[in-house]
């Protein structure tokens, strides 16, 4: 009895997963290859595919460097038609790979508070930098660290936990705004130094954040994270907190502005090249560039696009950002990496 | 004898479509000879200090956990499969349950308890013992998450020991413990062999709980491979590695392969009556295995439970639970493990039956040399899933099938790979200990092969098809497998669902995270119970 029950409702699971994809047959389905923290409003999404006349189907393919390698893998028979979330770290690569087709229509040709290459549309942009627990360093009374070299003092040993570049992009980024604000030498000084003062070094910003930083039960008050982690602390509160638990430590050589994209993929069905138009020129629409900012904790690239109010409070923009050039992230970066493994890990 | 030869073919054809192909196919990507990338260094890995490092570092510490698993696990398995004490299935089940967690939910457990904030780590570091960044911590997680592994094989294996022979070795005048070693021992030892071999395989091959816990220096040769592949896109060096693994994990699959095949000794028996403990030794090795169980296994769940209830009742973790998200989230888990689950045990049960198919046919004769061999292969195939480097799958399966990335049929074909294996092993071991002589009489008395295997086979091997299919289902209910095979925002499910809060700051997603994490050990003891019923059936069965 029990196992005939058991299969019953097997066989119901299996009806039902298998039902909806033998109805697939709507008229154009645009493939969106997008990195996995990608999120936005269902209705948004929903009501985007009413107007434009579109199924859209996104692919979510890992972090943004896993998702541009598998973009570069697959070229010769790409599996979307449309990628969002390539960023200034990954651009050079892929367009290295020509696996990108320039978008010249109307959002390209706008202003926006943030570039990219050609024929790449940026969506949005946002900080990699330092964040701090400010109850931790209420209660030791430590003074902030006013520089990267601080860091490396005896008084801040252990107090830093960084990602791994190799596995991270905001730990490749932060990577990149050391070379970029104290250059290439004097920068990877700076990371044997921290090595020597105890740096810890995680896979990604979840361990890092969750496991490492004070303010989740680890030992470490300083942590590499974004600009606008102290607002989404703030909208992530109980009692919707009027100030936030960590801050933003802006130093020379800590910053890193990241500036995502949205393009075609060269090779896509030629029968979704309009809905894929459709679709950049939807992610620099009013609508989601007011949503994006508090669902994915970016700033909207259109310009004079209005703010969220818990960005305009809790997330201030730095001042100045220390990004290399493109041209040198494409020339050097994996060789820095493999520099970055042999000084702080090996 | 011909159906016989057809067995195998359906489990064959799905791990060279999904696994052998694909893997081949990045190989041939990665070690095409290219203009830019120069030579293949194929002596590197043991040239390289750093990555020789990583290779010997992920062997010790997987025969580390080995040794400790079979050490701790023996006796915990001794005392649940022969002592009867009330909550005694319910410890059975919950052992499961660090197959279910999420890595990184493990890590906030495990960290609760041994972190420098932790209830145990925040005293040690008091007294100037830290644990963070050594590698006890990884060895512990090891342990968290293989002991349950080690003692249900060894439950099981004790199960099938015959009571009349320890009876008789006791009436003979041996003593417990050379009963034990004498009788019992032999009985259970290509059990413990075949559960050991999954460990060391899981510890070596790992990825999650040791990069989290142990810190980025006692990362593992498949987290380099991941990262070359994933991050850096060297296929070249990649595939080296990978062959380097594979040779390395294929021979331990081998090895254990043909141990079992040897040890095998069939004989069908009453098993062994559990009774109350009695006497001094046996309530002390009772409390012994209750202390151990709790300290690996219950702490560090306990420790999440605490905390998702303290974000239940404290927190917010109560509006997660009527979000939309979540209930679109626990649907998805349930149909997607219960469809992996089906076809993985029907996979299972076919490479099994196709594994005693195959050694039926390859008679112990000078001739017979060649047929053994293939089925020597074939019982080590189903270790092939564990074996390779599942990155380096997921990237062969994008380049030989880009028009089924994101398809349904590749996502589900992910979760069968990963948990068929379990039903396969644990169905195989059975199928080892059980004499021909049953179905031949069956047979004999005018069954056909459909109706023996329905009457006389199945029934006698249903306890292993119940724990092969459990630990399939903890497999797919925990597992992570839909951002590795490109997933769909829409095919969400529990596990990626506390990642995707974890991905995020502030408290909320925290709270989130935990309760989720509450709610997926709920529904995976659930699934226990529905898999293996009420125990006392399948004693009757047995």
Same mark, same amino acid.
């Given at each position: ?7 019953s409702?097997l ?12 109805l697939?047959a ?5 493939r969106?290859?997008t ?40 070229q ?45 549309v ?8 330092l ?15 006013t520089s990267?070299?601080d860091?490396?003092q ?6 830093l ?6 596995t ?10 050391t ?12 990371w ?32 590499v ?7 989404a ?14 801050a933003?430590?802006?130093?020379r ?12 993929v060269?090779?896509?069905q ?16 009013p609508?989601?560039q ?10 909207p ?6 703010r ?10 730095p ?14 970066s994996k ?8 000084v702080?890990?090996? | ?5 057809l067995?195998p ?10 696994? !052998? ?27 390289d200090?750093?990555l020789?490092w ?5 062997l010790a510490?997987a ?21 009867d ?19 990184? !939910?493990?890590?906030l ?7 420098p904030?932790g209830v ?7 007294a100037g ?25 060894? !439950? ?9 022979? !320890?009876?008789?070795a006791?009436?003979?005048g ?13 009985a259970?030892?290509p ?11 899981y ?20 987290v ?13 060096q ?12 294929g ?10 095949k ?12 559990r ?15 209750v ?10 769940l306990?420790?999440?439970v605490?905390?998702?209830l ?9 509006a997660?639970?009527?979000?939309a ?8 888990t ?26 039926a ?5 000078p ?11 074939w ?12 990155v ?9 099938y ?6 349904l049929?590749?996502l ?5 790979l ?13 199928l080892?200990?059980?004499?021909a ?9 005018g ?10 086979t ?13 630990f ?8 992570f497998?839909?951002?590795l095979?490109?997933?769909r ?12 809060h ?30 293996e ?10």
């Amino acid at each position: 009895m029990q196992r005939r029950h058991l299969i019953s409702v097997l066989l119901a699971l299996a009806g039902s997963t298998l039902a909806p994809a033998a109805l697939a047959a709507t008229p154009v389905t645009l493939r969106v290859l997008t990195h996995s923290s990608f999120d936005l409003p269902q209705e948004q999404l929903a009501q985007f595919e009413k107007d434009a006349g579109v199924k859209l189907r996104l692919i979510k393919a890992g972090d943004a460097g896993e998702m541009t390698n598998k973009l570069i893998l697959t070229q010769a028979r790409p599996i979307a038609d449309v990628v969002y979330g390539i960023d200034n770290t990954l651009l050079p690569r892929a367009l290295a790979a020509g696996v990108i087709e320039p978008y010249t229509g109307p959002a390209a040709q706008r202003p926006a508070a943030a570039t990219l290459d050609a024929g790449v549309v940026p969506v949005d942009y946002g900080f990699v930098t330092l964040n701090i627990d400010k109850a931790w360093f209420a209660r030791s009374g430590l003074a902030l660290p006013t520089s990267l070299d601080d860091l490396t003092q005896p008084a801040y040993r252990k107090l830093l936990v960084v990602q791994n570049p190799a596995t991270s992009s905001p730990g490749m980024a932060f990577l990149l705004a050391t070379i970029g604000g104290l250059g290439e030498e004097q920068a990877f000084a700076w990371w044997a130094a921290m090595r020597a003062n105890g740096v810890k070094v995680a896979k990604g910003w979840t361990e890092a954040y969750y496991t490492e930083f004070t303010r989740n039960g680890g030992t470490r008050p300083i942590v590499v994270s974004y600009a606008s982690s102290p607002a989404a602390e703030v909208f992530y509160s109980k009692d919707k907190l009027t100030e936030s638990p960590t801050a933003n430590l802006f130093l020379r050589g800590g910053v890193f502005r990241q500036v995502e994209g949205v393009a075609l993929v060269k090779g896509g069905q030629p029968a979704a090249r309009e809905a894929a138009g459709k679709f950049i020129e939807f992610l620099r629409s009013p609508g989601v560039q007011q949503s994006l900012q508090t669902t994915m904790w970016m700033y909207p690239a259109e310009a004079g696009a209005p703010r969220a109010e818990v960005m305009q409070r809790h997330a201030v923009e730095p001042q100045a950002h220390d990004s290399p050039s493109s041209a040198e992230v494409a020339a050097k970066s994996k060789a820095w990496v493999q520099r970055w493994t042999r000084v702080v890990l090996k | 004898m011909k159906p016989r030869w057809l067995l195998p073919a359906l489990p064959l054809l799905f791990l060279a479509g999904v696994l !052998v192909a694909p893997v081949l196919r990045l190989l041939a990507e990665g070690l095409a000879p290219t203009v830019d990338a120069g030579p293949l260094r194929w002596f590197e890995v043991w040239q390289d200090d750093f990555l020789r490092w990583r290779v010997l570092w992920s062997l010790a510490q997987a025969v580390i956990t080995c040794a400790l698993a079979l050490l701790l696990g023996l006796p915990i398995a001794w005392v649940l499969a022969r002592l009867d004490f009330p909550g005694r299935t319910l410890a059975l089940r919950l052992l499961m349950l660090p197959f279910v967690v999420p890595t990184l !939910v493990a890590a906030l457990g495990v960290l609760a308890l041994w972190g420098p904030r932790g209830v145990l780590g925040a005293p040690l570091a008091a007294a100037g013992i830290e644990l963070m960044d050594t590698p006890w911590l990884l060895l512990y997680g090891n342990l968290f998450f293989n002991l349950c592994v080690v003692v249900r094989a060894g !439950v099981d294996a004790l199960e099938q020991v015959s009571a009349p022979r !320890v009876a008789a070795a006791r009436t003979l005048g041996a003593t417990p413990w050379r009963a034990f070693w004498r009788v019992e021992w032999p009985a259970i030892a290509p059990w413990l062999a075949s559960s050991l071999c999954l460990v060391f395989l899981y510890c070596f091959a790992g990825f999650g709980l040791a990069l989290v816990l142990g810190g980025q220096r006692y990362a593992t040769v498949e987290v380099e491979i991941y990262t070359l592949v994933a991050h850096e896109l060297q296929l070249g060096q990649a595939s080296v590695l990978a062959v380097w693994m594979l040779l390395l994990t294929g021979g331990v699959a081998l090895g254990h392969a043909a141990l079992e095949k040897r040890l095998a000794a069939p004989g069908r028996v009453a098993p062994v009556p559990r009774q109350r403990p009695q006497g001094r030794a046996q309530w002390a090795l009772l409390w012994v295995a209750v202390f151990v169980l709790f300290a690996v296994c219950a702490a560090p769940l306990l420790a999440i439970v605490a905390r998702a209830l303290q974000a239940l009742l404290l927190g917010q973790g109560a509006a997660v639970l009527t979000d939309a998200d979540t209930l679109d989230a626990l649907w998805n888990t349930l149909r997607f493990s219960g469809l992996a689950l089906a076809l993985a045990t029907a996979l299972g049960l076919l490479h099994a039956l196709g594994v005693r198919a195959l050694d039926a046919a390859a008679p112990a004769r000078p001739g017979g040399a060649a047929p053994a061999a293939v089925a020597l292969l074939w019982r080590a195939a189903a270790f092939l899933p564990f074996v390779v480097s599942s990155v380096t799958v997921a990237f062969g399966l994008l380049l030989l099938y880009p028009q089924a990335s994101a398809s349904l049929a590749l996502l589900i074909a992910a979760y069968v790979l990963l948990a068929y294996p379990f039903v396969a092993k644990s169905i195989t071991a059975a199928l080892d200990s059980l004499p021909a002589s049953y179905a031949q009489a069956a047979a004999t008395l005018g069954a056909r092969p459909l109706r023996v295997f329905w009457r006389v086979t199945l029934p006698l091997v249903a306890p292993a098809l119940r724990r092969g299919m459990a630990f399939a289902a903890a497999t797919a209910l925990g597992e992570f497998a839909v951002t590795l095979f490109l997933g769909r925002p829409e095919w969400t499910t529990l596990t990626t669902l506390i990642y995707q809060h974890l991905g995020r700051p502030g408290q909320a997603n925290l709270d989130a995270a935990l309760v989720l994490a509450g709610l997926l050990m709920l529904l995976a003891l659930g699934a226990f119970a529905l898999i293996e019923g009420r125990p006392r059936e399948n004693a009757r069965h047995a």
